[in-house]
């Protein structure tokens, strides 16, 4: 399997995690160490990967509340063992851009490195 194909998995099952809400997948995609940054209401946003999922948990996914799964993959740039990825996530009133950073690690690519933003919508 080429890089952006395998790649592009890794966000299909991150796609899949946020949609559902399953913390379990998205485990799977993130290194144990990833950081999440943003900001958010204009304050500084900072968390690990447990406190992220644990906020994950602890809120009503996208599917319970019947939204439609609009994520989509913007961009894939892969350099050797390092990549990025822009995508798009539309979930939960909010219209997210996210510039995820991935590395082949022990063999298989893993998202270590989160940024994101909402994107106010015109009109």
């Keep these: 399997m080429d890089d952006h194909r395998a790649i592009a998995a890794v966000l299909g099952d991150y796609f899949k995690g946020l949609y559902t809400g399953d913390t379990a997948l998205l485990r799977t995609v993130f290194h144990p160490a990833a950081a999440l940054f943003a900001t958010r209401d204009g304050q500084p946003y900072h968390k690990g990967l447990d406190a992220y999922l644990d906020g994950v948990a ?60 909402d994107v106010p919508t015109e009109g």
């Design 58 to 117: 602890l809120r009503a996914s996208p599917a319970s509340l019947g939204e439609p799964d609009r994520m989509q993959v913007l961009a894939i740039d892969v350099t050797h063992d390092i990549a990025t990825a822009r995508v798009h996530v539309p979930a939960l009133g909010f219209d997210y851009v996210n510039y995820l950073s991935l590395v082949r690690w022990h063999g298989r690519w893993m998202i270590v490195n989160k940024v994101f933003t």
